[in-house]
């Protein structure tokens, strides 16, 4: 009974137990209030909502730099992680949701090119130039491994600035999301790939394969089956209820399924929740009723003109038609911004202090922009610049593989140090960048802001 | 930068690390879903959707007994109990919203009386009648906690049947809600008087008295200073953006922000949560924008005959109205059938095993419902029975009691046992029983279905 009991604990004995729980209710409240208010803030400003919120996590992640520790805990809290993390697969699902899996084949072939070129042109400029050139003395270990973390791509930010200004049917949003899932699998290989031949001194191509192998299959096999699947489920389900409710759990459920299923592949888990939001198509929801609103309008209309009662049923259909991604907006405005504000928490300023750490994070940092630009030359003209600036943000992908690498030995911690100052610097430099090369492209008429 | 780092590990070296995590988003799927299948085929058969969902955790909870055992590390994951309480916060914001001030003044008096009495009579008959009956040879001090904890309420049940069936609006509904944010203050007294003269042989005068003067405050403090303060909050967050976001978003913080501060008073979560829901009236909220839709039918209507549109667009407001309420339906879709079938899973049939314990334990199921039943008599006539059975469920709050009683040494394991059971009974006994005499009540014409 212990958790439970833990948590509604009202009494004076328990509830030295229970104050993280209580703490964490106050920090949410914080954070939510805090990102709907800075929304607007960063608009005035001409900047998307996710600067605001990274801004505020650097802030709130560096205050103990004036002696206010209150935030630290938090940062480390499982549960507000847990939450990030709920955040980042809703953000994910409803990018998927907003993108039609044929626009995302259509751009298949510049995507899968970029995503070569965009794991290929850093990766060997990490390991023949800026490895050798700021790191000298280092062994070619090293330089693999700096290698691997500069090809890495982190889908949240970009993904969460074309969607707060409205932009993702741009064919550039839909190149770097393609690019961004087949980064994952070549990022998987190549970790797999250096981690051999720092460990064994050699490539274990059964292990290369099974990686291949078992992300394509859970690729081919979520979005394949899944959508003969939803096809069928969803009558199913319209049948057992047809309210908006039932949909949206479909919806939901799918997402947080295919993210653990993502990860049970080795895969990150918003691959898996971007691959639930392509499985639906507006067709498969078609049994689930029209919401109550039309039905309550409608008899309404008998008196009316009949072009007018088509006109106002046919507008309030198509209002509703994305209704199971009105659903997910509230679930969004939650968790959404605890990934984004946490995220920004994990930047410590204290790495800035060191001048030699900083010249090699400053030289890195141009290898990872360098070597993400070139990528985005295959996208085509009109989108390049996009697409190149779009894949340079390496967030906690990056990380990762740095991680891995100062635990192999290969990494000392003035690298690491280096290399999350260009983990924050490409965070932090993309979104600004986005919105100069957004503003100057023409905007469309269609131009819908979910996340204003 | 731990946790964010293992959550999305995408390594197969941190899969071990991140693995609880995979596993809670499998486990939210597997409630979200099975939470929108059970309800229509509880309905089906006359039951509320709690129902459904306390059976379920009853069975997954269960599972080991035929060596299935999966489902015990859910049991006690942190996480996943955060989550659990985030969605009975939500259940109770939502029963605050829906429920008036004035209405709950209204009938202040007898929920007051119902409180006071809902505490006394079972109270009384723990320790005057059932312990020393049930329990022969066990000290004065045995009988006390048990009384405190037959005078525990839960409401969470009870509301949730209410809400399932849309019988908010029922004197029966608003007395039950009063009174059970009454009893949660005389359950803090009862238990801090109780646990005084067992620790130390008699009652402390400045602790009660500093129960009530903190837990008064609270209330009185946080519903009116809220009311004052969210009139003006809402003219001034609709100001900086008069979107329903910023609505949803100020609705939810402030109700994560008063749990999080009646915990730190030393009350329940959830009677802050209930507290804020009470705080917004529609009145305040009018600042906000009249919704996308409005604004896109309304020139639809221009050629409508005006008797037409001014029907249909008062229709669409009316709809829209209590859009702050609809928006924290998708959270609550999610959250709070987890806490329900944790609820459920809480449930060890093993206790029901030992024929000893289960003899001692219906007898004090018995008293717990007659002494519930008893304060159901002050409710006024008509809504006595429902009155009496909506205060029956102990609940969480019961077991917290027994929790400090065998903490102090004064209940032993068989007796804990036996409250485990009178819990399990009075929780699950209620919902059928509430159904039963709501079927028998008048039906009334509006009557909205806000949990089908």
């Known amino acids: 009974m212990g958790p439970l009991l833990l948590l509604l604990a009202p009494l004076p004995a328990l509830a030295a137990d229970a104050g993280g729980i209580g703490e964490n209710l106050l920090w949410l409240a914080l954070i939510l209030m805090a990102a709907r208010l800075f929304a607007p803030l960063a608009q005035r ?4 909502a996710v600067l605001g919120e990274l801004l505020l996590g650097v802030v709130l992640g560096n205050l103990s730099l004036l002696g206010i520790g209150v935030f630290d805990s938090i940062a480390r809290d499982p549960v507000i992680a847990f939450i990030a993390e709920l955040g980042v697969i809703v953000l994910l699902l409803q990018i998927g949701l907003e993108t039609r899996l044929a626009d995302l084949a259509r751009v298949g072939g510049r995507a899968s090119a970029v995503a070569a070129v965009g794991v290929a042109a850093p990766f060997l400029i990490g390991v023949l130039l800026a490895g050798p050139l700021l790191l000298p003395g280092h062994g070619q270990n090293t330089y693999l491994f700096l290698g691997a973390t500069l090809a890495a791509t982190s889908v949240g930010i970009t993904g969460r600035v074309f969607r707060d200004l409205g932009r993702l049917h741009l064919p550039a949003a839909r190149i770097v999301l393609g690019a961004a899932v087949i980064d994952d699998v070549l990022g998987l290989v190549i970790l797999a790939v250096v981690s051999n031949l720092v460990t064994a ?11 291949i192998a078992k992300s394509t299959l859970f690729l081919i096999g979520s979005i394949g089956i899944g959508r003969l699947v939803a096809r069928h489920s969803s009558r199913w389900l319209a049948r057992i209820d047809h309210g908006q409710s039932m949909l949206f759990a479909q919806v939901l459920a799918t997402g947080l399924f295919l993210a653990w299923l993502a990860h049970a592949a080795g895969l990150a888990p918003i691959i898996g929740a971007f691959a639930a ?6 067709l498969f929801l078609k049994d689930f009723r029209t919401p109550r609103i039309v039905a309550e309008i409608e008899p309404l209309l008998a008196t009316a003109p009949v072009s007018v009662a088509e006109r106002v049923k046919s507008a309030l259909l198509g ?6 991604e009105h659903m997910l907006e509230p679930i969004g405005y939650f968790f959404v911004p605890v990934f984004f504000v946490l995220t920004g928490m994990q930047v410590d300023l204290h790495v800035f202090a060191d001048s030699a750490v900083l010249a090699v994070a400053l030289g890195i940092t141009v290898a990872a922009v360098v070597g993400k630009l070139a990528a985005g030359l295959c996208a085509g003209k009109g989108s390049r610049w996009l697409v190149g600036w779009g894949m340079v943000p390496r967030g906690e992908v990056g990380l990762i593989f740095a991680m891995a690498g100062k635990h192999l030995g290969v990494m000392d911690e003035a690298l690491f140090s280096a290399v999350v100052v260009m983990v924050i610097l490409t965070t932090l430099l993309t979104p600004p960048m986005l919105i100069r090369l957004l503003a100057s492209s023409e905007p469309t008429a269609d131009d819908p802001k979910p996340g204003a």
Chains 1, 2 share one sequence.
């Open 277 to 282: 939001g392509l499985l639906f198509e507006p």
């Open 201 to 211: 001194g050699n490539v274990s191509t059964a292990e290369v394969l099974w990686i």
């Open 45 to 48: 400003f001409g900047f998307p």
């Open 319 to 324: 209002h509703t038609r994305h209704q199971h």
